[in-house]
């Protein structure tokens, strides 16, 4: 059987609790700004891997465990879903989670639980990485514009309306395309 990973404390995406101890209404503030982790997004937008992420927490030692309230800030980088070029989205999100201590968080197994609903504290620490994920994510657009107006692509050649306003293509009905035929036909014989 293969231990768990255990928590490094010296990652940024890491908190110690140590210092809270279990006194319910003892509080510690964190502000800090901290390197992006993978995946923080989705395929179209999101923060970049290593790009500052900043935090603004509050945790409060309770009866259950230590809960997590604040906000997370950053920039996420993507593509203009009309256009292609680079969207731009400042997030601002708050956060909110409870990690139970594991005594805690045995008794909800036992009492039928989700356990996948349920974080748990490890070693006193928490590892802030999957619920900043959770936070985040569903933030985003789920449509990301490089500016709210944005034109888009032409749809004959693909050429970006934004770059170019007055762009356009003379289109000719198809109903009227052969007689285009026949005014070309003309100029020839008045040439000869």
């Keep these: 059987m293969s231990r768990p990973v255990r ?3 010296r990652s940024p995406l890491v908190l ?16 800090r700004t ?3 982790p993978q995946d923080l ?6 923060i970049p891997l290593g790009a500052d992420v900043e935090l603004d927490l509050r945790l409060e030692a309770v009866m259950e465990g230590v809960l997590v309230t604040g906000s997370v800030r950053g920039r996420a980088v993507g593509e203009c879903v009309r256009c292609l070029s680079e969207a731009v989205e400042d997030v601002d999100v708050s956060l ?6 594991p005594e805690r968080a045995a008794v909800a197994a036992e009492d039928g639980d989700d356990e996948e609903d349920v974080r748990e504290l490890e070693d006193d620490m928490i590892n802030l990485e999957p619920a900043l994920r959770d936070t985040v994510v569903p933030a985003l657009p789920f449509q990301p514009l490089c500016r709210p107006d944005c034109p888009g692509l032409c749809s004959e050649c693909g050429a970006r309306l934004a770059d ?5 293509h ?21 040439e000869s």
């Design 41 to 46: 997004g989705t395929d179209v937008i999101g």
């Design 16 to 31: 110690d609790t140590h210092e809270l101890g279990r006194r319910p209404g003892s509080t510690r503030t964190v502000q």
């Design 164 to 168: 170019d306003p007055d762009h356009s």
């Design 96 to 101: 909110t989670e409870l990690y139970v201590y």
């Design 170 to 190: 003379e289109t000719l009905d198809p109903r009227w395309a052969a007689l285009g035929g026949l005014v070309g036909s003309n100029d020839e014989t008045k």
């Design 34 to 36: 901290v390197p992006a």
């Design 7 to 9: 928590l490094d404390p």
